[in-house]
């Protein structure tokens, strides 16, 4: 005898695979299928190329596979970009006895990033043949049972899904028994063992009968139990329940004593015939057994252990009812205990990191981390959203069912943010709703976007002359406002020409620190204003940089004694110019004469090349109508450093008019020195009140102003004084580099018949 029947539960289960098969390609880039116990090297499909990815940039883009908690079970040969099964797949491992069974892989590949979800359905096989929990099944049977009296028998279970899982039943030909096959509401089948011919426990004591299920997959597997029934003596009424099948509805998580249901059974007998016990069946499995209790006399399932609709959610209970009679009749009925899910389990998050850190010119739209979300509760209670906080400068976005991507959605600055916390919260739609949140550190990395600054765009310094060679002179300084070697600042003289020379070779700019160097002495009588550009450069690839422009005033010091002529006439006619008379041959002279003070100084740095003796005729004239002039030679001898002047023999002639005379032998310059300073102070005071004296007693006419002999005034460090046109002189360079400007000065010496003008540098 065989019995089949589809429940309307499989209806629905058909339908649902066919509205499955029209959402499939709106729910996933990429989609495949493959069979579970598929071989190692089972071809699943072309990933590569249905991805829209060139074979050759598999491996140069890191192209890679992830499946969460799913290990290795695909794999992509980079070479053809072909998905292939790599490990033993069991469907009825990875999703029990779930309808709906697929791997869900993120393909993730670089340069740029990007992200793809293929889902892979794994369909079942009929690889579990229909399996009794128990080999042998026992009915103990009255032989005063009527005909077409029941008894409930354990069915088979079969893990494989769909029609691979519909079971039917035959039952060895007998002429006793035959078999009713019923389908629950809860999709779950009813198997009664039916008395269709009266049972003599003196003809036959004991029946032995073959239960086969048989389930619908191609080809078929089966699965057998032996039903061993006793016949038992006496007996007229068995108890019976009110209902054969009680349906209760229970949440999960019910304390333990809460009454699933109070069952109640009755017998017409009379006495202890009719006294009813109630047991749990032999039928009834142990988990089962270690979540209820029975009471056996009042007949109260109360809940023993806990419920957990994510563990197990529908319990089936045999219950026998059993009178006190020597030859006890038996009630069968069967509770099935549908349990109600609450929200129970908070959400579970995983956070892949993929770039971090991110760096700060990351484009709109970059993918910093990928979020998977699960929720073991079912319904609305299963169901998850996630949300971030903050939300600039990045968001979530929804790319699969349970998957998001945490992207970039405006610009960084890491000068401004140099690190985000972020908290995602991941909430179901139960009520009240639980969450889980997870934090994300968020680094933003460096690049090069900020040149060098300076404080000011100019500085202005000023440095005394004739300063030691590689004194410091100013600190510059600039602040960059990057990190790490973006932020490492360099410092360099931005190189130019001062007038005939580099600019290096006047100063230096320290690499690391900024301090600038004078490398020789300044001098303010070549340069007053020395103006150049100091540059600062970061270490970043490629480098920024910015300049600083640096005036560098030379002061002046009492450093040059000039020759100075004056007038004893006053106003306009005392205002006296210099000059140099042309040299013989129209040569450009090496040395020139300040116009009004009379300072005579080179015009370029001397060489070995340059006479050792050089002649320089000074004249200076007033501005009077006629204008008077007078003359100075100054005889010029140059020598190397450190070696000690010679004076000259040669007497030259100047002024108007004036003769030549004989040289006189000079004497040691300090001898003159000193009597110099002597003369000069007691001359400048006699001068004086001879000229206050004059001045005041002189009538005011034109005759006593007349001109005079113009006379010569020469200044030290220590003063100035007056003699006539006729005068010797000294001059020598002090040890040191050597100097643009020649500083002439004059000691007194005594007057001979001729003098003349002997200077040595």
């Known amino acids: 005898m065989v019995y089949s029947q589809r429940s309307p539960g499989s209806w629905r289960l058909l339908l649902s695979l066919l509205l499955l098969a029209v959402w499939e390609p709106a729910s996933s880039q990429v989609r495949y299928s493959v069979p579970e116990e598929a071989k190692h090297g089972t071809f699943v499909g072309r990933i590569a190329q249905d991805l829209g990815l060139e074979l050759a940039e598999l491996v140069p883009r890191l192209f890679r596979l992830a499946s969460k908690g799913h290990g290795n079970l695909l794999e992509v040969n980079l070479q053809n970009g072909i998905l292939f099964v790599n490990s033993r797949i069991d469907r009825e491992e990875l999703c029990g006895r779930s309808a709906e069974c697929s791997i869900h892989l993120e393909v993730i590949v670089d340069r740029p990033l990007q992200v793809f979800h293929v889902e ?32 409930p028998l354990e069915g088979a279970s079969d893990m494989d899904v769909g029609a691979n899982a519909e079971l039917r039943y035959k039952l060895n030909p007998n002429e006793y028994f035959d078999l009713d096959v019923k389908a629950n509401e809860e999709e779950t089948n009813i198997l009664e063992l039916v008395l269709k011919k009266a049972v003599d426990r003196e003809e036959i004591q ?238 933003v990395a460096d690049v090069n976007d900020n040149a060098p600054a300076f404080a000011q765009p100019e500085y202005t310094v000023f440095v005394k002359e004739n300063n030691p060679p590689g004194c410091h002179i100013f600190t510059v300084s600039a602040r960059d406002a990057d990190a790490q070697e973006n932020a490492l600042v360099s410092y360099s003289l931005v190189e130019r020409r001062v007038g005939e020379r580099a600019l290096s070779s006047y100063v230096s700019v320290h690499a690391e620190s900024g301090k600038v160097y004078a490398l020789q002495p300044l001098d303010h009588e070549e340069l007053e204003l020395l103006q150049f550009q100091v540059s600062a450069r970061d270490a970043g690839v490629p480098p920024l940089g910015s300049n600083v422009t640096l005036q560098v005033f030379v002061l002046d010091e009492n450093d040059n004694a000039p020759v100075r002529a004056v007038d004893a006439d006053s106003g306009y006619n005392a205002w006296l110019s210099y000059e140099l008379q042309p040299a013989a041959g129209g040569a450009r002279s090496l040395f020139r004469v300040a116009l009004y003070t009379g300072e005579i ?25 006629p204008a008077l002039t007078a003359t100075a030679t100054v005889l010029l001898s140059l020598v190397e450093s450190g070696q000690a002047p010679r004076p000259s023999s040669r007497v030259l002639a100047g002024g108007a008019g004036a003769g030549a005379g004989a040289g006189a032998a000079l004497v040691d310059v300090n001898v003159y020195l000193i009597v110099a300073i002597c ?76 003098s003349a003008d002997i200077v040595s540098v």
């Open 206 to 443: 004991e029946h032995l009968l073959l239960l086969t299920a048989i389930d619908g997959g191609k080809p078929e597997l089966t699965g057998t139990v032996q039903l061993l029934i006793n016949v038992l003596d006496a007996n007229d009424n068995a108890p019976k329940f009110d209902k054969s099948i009680y349906n209760i509805r229970l949440l999960e998580n019910a304390p333990n004593g809460t009454l699933v249901i109070k069952l109640n059974a009755s017998d017409a007998d009379e006495g202890i015939n009719k006294e009813i016990v109630y047991l749990f069946s032999n039928l009834v499995l142990d988990n089962v057994k270690s979540k209820f209790i029975i009471d056996s006399n009042s007949g109260e399932i109360t809940v023993k252990g806990e419920l957990d609709y994510e563990d197990c959610n529908l319990y089936e209970i045999n219950i026998d009812a059993v009178d006190r009679s020597p030859f006890p009749l038996t009630g069968h009925c069967k509770v099935i205990v549908k349990l109600l899910d609450e929200n129970d389990n908070t959400p579970e998050m995983v956070i892949t990191s993929i770039s971090l850190p991110v760096q700060e010119d990351a484009s709109v739209g970059t993918i910093i981390a990928l979020i998977s979300v699960s929720d073991r509760d079912s319904g609305a209670n299963g169901q998850v959203t996630c949300s971030l906080t903050p939300q600039v400068p990045f968001k979530l976005v929804s790319t699969f069912k349970n998957y998001y991507s945490l992207v970039l959605d405006s610009a960084l600055d890491r000068e401004s943010v140099a690190n985000y916390a972020l908290v995602v919260t991941a909430r179901d739609g139960g009520s009240p709703s639980l969450s889980a949140t997870a934090s994300v550190s968020v680094e």
């Open 120 to 151: 892979v359905e794994v369909k079942d096989i009929n690889d579990n043949a229909p399996r009794f929990f128990r080999q042998e099944q026992r009915l103990f049977i009255l032989e005063s049972r009527i005909v077409d009296s029941r008894f």
């Open 679 to 754: 003369a000069v102070s007691s001359l400048l005071v006699l001068t004086l009140l001879l000229s206050t004296a004059l001045r005041c007693s002189a009538p005011p006419s034109e005759g006593a102003c007349g001109p005079g002999k113009p006379t010569l005034v020469c200044s030290s460090a220590v003063g100035s004084w007056s003699y006539s046109q006729q005068r010797r002189q000294r001059v020598c360079s002090g040890e040191g580099p050597p100097k643009a400007d020649l500083m002439a000065f004059s000691p007194s010496l005594p007057h001979g018949p001729s």
């Open 601 to 625: 100084s080179t015009t370029r740095a001397l060489d070995e090349a340059d006479a050792p003796r050089q002649r320089l005729l000074v004249l200076v004239k007033d501005h009077g109508e």
